[in-house]
């Protein structure tokens, strides 16, 4: 079946396509074997002096030693401690974010609105830098309190995002049983609008994993510090290399593994989807059990109550 988006590409089209997809693929791998021989090749310095290529089995012999794994794991240690603090607290001021940021109080809703779009606007670095200088709360504090305002302020604006979202009969019925504004609030919207934006909530906690390498530059032992500062004097410079790939594989394993969560969470959240029968035919009819429904008999039948 056609699209009506597009027309079905010709045969023409088809071979252009085919042609730039080879043309593509040879590039790419003209750019893989031009940088493997960069790698292979050997280091000569200014005086002249040859020194092994940074592909040479020499430059890797670190990699057997013990005292490597467990430097290492003193870095992924910190990493993760500064990232699990720091998400927690910023889930706890986006949620305040998005409380005051929907407010009905002027009073409450302006002041929150100038915080959230300052903190939005200021990079996660000078945060720390700020945090650091002014209250003297030592490194790991620092990193923690400028990676949790400033992702909590991102946090507060997606769920403020999915709070106006929801259909206007959500809080009218919160209202309408004798529910109080708060209580509609906490009970009813926030909840949905939670659920809604967790794939988008997971994804910027990977940010907030990834900007805790710049905690480097406020002197925390984090994983990218931690190898390539006190692990590269242990070494020597000889080891730059290998520890600077250890390290890019260590980041990498972390936030695929997160994006990894963050989509299957994504899957399992998107709204209107339908499971479908084991034979792989018509998705199955959700079937509404009206006696889990809380009051769902008030009024005496459908149409029977007046909200």
Do not use: H
């Amino acid at each position: 079946m056609s699209s009506v988006l597009y027309d079905v590409p010709g045969p023409k089209a088809r071979r252009l396509s085919r042609i730039v997809s080879i043309i593509g693929v040879v590039l790419i791998l003209g750019l893989i074997a031009l940088l493997i021989s960069a790698l292979a090749a050997p280091r000569v310095a200014v005086n002249g002096n040859v020194t092994p290529s940074l592909l040479d089995p020499s430059r890797w012999d670190i990699f057997s030693d013990v005292q490597l794994w467990i430097g290492l794991g003193k870095g992924i240690w910190n990493t993760l401690r500064m990232a699990a603090v720091a998400a927690v607290l910023a889930l706890v001021i986006g949620v305040l974010f998005s409380f005051g940021r929907t407010s009905e109080t002027a009073w409450v809703r302006i002041p929150t609105t100038v915080l959230l779009e300052f903190f939005r606007g200021i990079p996660v670095l000078l945060l720390m830098l700020f945090t650091l200088l002014v209250f003297s709360t030592g490194n790991y504090w620092a990193g923690v309190a400028g990676l949790a305002i400033y992702n909590g302020a991102i946090i507060g604006e997606a769920l403020r995002a999915g709070i106006r979202a929801l259909p206007k009969g959500q809080r009218e019925s919160g209202l309408a049983i004798g529910l109080t504004p708060v209580q509609t609030r906490l009970k009813i919207e926030f909840p949905q609008a939670f659920r809604q934006m967790l794939p988008i909530i997971i994804a910027q906690l990977v940010v907030l994993l990834k900007d805790t390498s710049l905690a480097y530059v406020i002197s925390y032992p984090e994983v990218l510090r931690y190898v390539m500062t006190y692990l590269k004097n242990y070494y020597g410079s000889t080891y730059q290399f290998s520890l600077f790939a250890l390290v890019l594989a260590v980041y990498l394993a972390l936030n695929l593994t997160l994006s990894w969560v963050a989509r299957i969470v994504a899957r399992r959240t998107a709204g209107g989807r339908t499971k479908k029968d084991k034979k792989g035919g018509r998705p199955e009819t959700p079937i509404i059990d009206m006696a889990k429904i809380p009051d769902a008999g008030m009024g005496g039948g459908v149409g029977g109550g007046a909200l």
